[in-house]
């Protein structure tokens, strides 16, 4: 789907465009109401529709069923004036033809992905305490471009504060439904990684079965989807070796820095906020505040736990197979 992204500032230059969008011939109009929008616009022509939504932080959306009609509208852009300054990228994988955007780098991990998507990350990996959580997010052209302008990035970005926040705009953007989350507490935790270890499977086949399985939940409930994007954390296969009937015929994209794709990025904070949230209430029960990571202070808490509580409390707060067990 043809789309552009631009910067309008200045309320008369988003109002001057907006009569123009409106003065176009052969074009029937209808203005809806759209969050965090001054004004959404909805044509329909004998060539197909076009849809503008100007947001009230001054980016212009722009969208249409063919290039022509993307071009319609754009070209009335260049008539406007000079104020008018389109971004670098488009606003989405897959955005458009009007803004001359630069073609990211594979690098980057943005991916040129159209349409829905369900985006999947995990949190607590690389923390000695607390869960491991893995969280899918599906997205589609709509919310992700408004999650883009919401500014949700990549968790580790963000502070705590900023992550509950994004986490709330999330939830409120997608809904429920449009989220699935697998939370393995510490004592669930060290069962699985026992029983996949024993199998001469390691930590990689563990989180691929994480996500595969938030992958599975979500295209039960929507499973008209059919691709997804994680982070590349290992052989492509693990994830689609745990893929189950309602996944098998999905498109799985893997790469490096996946956060760049705001699916992957939502994916990430909802993750995040779950993980810290179990965390809290982890150290409430345990009396011990247990902090993020694995580095010098956590052994310090550890030891605290232990002299505590004993050394069988370890297994139900901590992921007993790091060598800051063996260190204690």
Known sequence: MPAAKYTLKQSVEKQRFKAALQALPGTDWAEKPEQYCDYRLDGKCAG????????????????ASADNLLAQMTVLLTQQGQTMVPPKQPSQPGGGTGASP???????GLLDVKGAYIGTDESGKGDYFGPLVVAGVLV?????????????????????????????????????????????GPAKYNQLYEKFKSGGKNLNHLLAWGHATVIENLLGSFPECRQAIADQ??????????????????????????EANVGVAAASIVARYRFTRKLSQL?????????????PQVKVKARQ??????????????KLHFKTTDEL
């Open 48 to 63: 197909g529709w076009l849809r503008a939504k100007q947001f009230t932080n001054g980016t212009l959306y722009l969208e």
């Open 102 to 108: 630069q073609k990211p780098e594979k690098a980057s």
């Open 305 to 318: 736990l232990v002299e505590k509580h004993g050394r069988p409390a370890l297994k139900e707060v901590a």
């Open 283 to 295: 150290s409430a029960r345990c009396g011990v505040e247990l902090p993020l990571g694995a580095g």
């Open 233 to 258: 954390f290992g052989d492509e296969r693990y994830i689609l070796s745990q893929l189950k009937e309602k996944g098998k015929g999905i498109t799985l994209h893997q790469t490096h820095r996946a």
């Open 140 to 184: 589609n052209d709509q919310t992700a471009a408004i999650l883009a302008e919401l500014g949700v990035m990549d968790s580790k970005k963000l502070n705590e504060a900023k992550i509950e926040s994004a986490y709330r705009d999330i939830l409120r953007v997608v809904g429920e439904e449009s989220i699935s989350v697998v939370e393995m």
